[in-house]
């Protein structure tokens, strides 16, 4: 949503909610574990009203486990918090889970997989960054294709059901070599909201 135009918000989710889209991820932050803020709870309480797909929080901020509570209430399914913004990651997967969601855990592009072996069973996906956190319409970072190959391993190594979605840089070219490398979700931002059709180019990405 983050790509979205705010001053058309309802027209923006209307086309969400006609599209083949599965769900609408929504990037939250705060200014201070990323260079930049964009929107906060008032603003998802109206998207939550007008959204008919589920909505994929992305929490770019310090302390997520503060706001368990109010991600909820917006209606989240899935509420995903950076790895390097929590010190007792496990504790507050186990906050996220017992209100009721989907636990999803993010890796910003310099932090390796290695991390997540304890944690990788634990958790319903796993969000790789594919540019760094903070502003959308940058250019794919490429270590992110041989990042998702790596995590496919470990996942299916587990015999976990963990899946992997991957944000930033995502258009027709980077979400085809991602999927082929073993990604499940792919967000895209500009590639939808600025494409002439954007309803066609959802299309066009489920199709990868
Ligand atoms: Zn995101």
């Known amino acids: 949503m983050l790509s979205a135009d705010f001053g058309n918000l309802q027209a923006e989710i209307d086309m969400v909610n006609r599209s083949e ?7 939250v932050m705060d200014g201070v574990f990323v260079p930049n803020i964009s929107f906060g709870f008032p603003v998802l309480e109206y998207v939550k009203k007008l959204s008919q797909k589920p909505l994929d929080v992305h929490l770019m901020i310090t302390q997520p486990e503060k706001f368990v509570k109010e991600v909820k209430a917006i209606g989240a399914f899935m509420m995903n918090i950076h790895y390097e913004a929590c010190i007792h990651l496990h504790r507050t997967i186990q906050q996220i889970k017992e209100a009721g969601m989907q636990a999803g855990v993010t890796l910003n592009p310099s932090t390796p997989i290695s991390l997540l072996e304890d944690i990788v069973s634990d958790v319903d996906m796993v969000l790789l960054m594919s540019v760094n956190p903070g502003f959308g319409g940058q250019r794919f970072i490429e270590h992110s294709v ?8 470990m996942i299916d190594k587990k015999n976990a059901r963990t899946l992997i979605e991957v944000d930033g840089g995502v258009n027709l070219e980077t979400g085809k070599r991602l999927v082929e490398a073993g990604a499940d979700i792919l967000v895209a931002g500009n590639a939808v909201f600025k494409a002439e059709n954007p309803t066609e180019m959802i299309h066009r990405l489920k199709q990868l």
């Not at 889209?21 to 990037?27: F, G, K, Q, T, V």
């Not at 041989?146 to 391993?153: A, G, I, T």
Request: glycine content about 0%; hydrophobic content about 45%.
């Open 21 to 27: 889209a599965d769900w609408l991820h929504i990037d």
């Open 146 to 153: 041989e990042k998702v190959v790596r995590l496919r391993e």
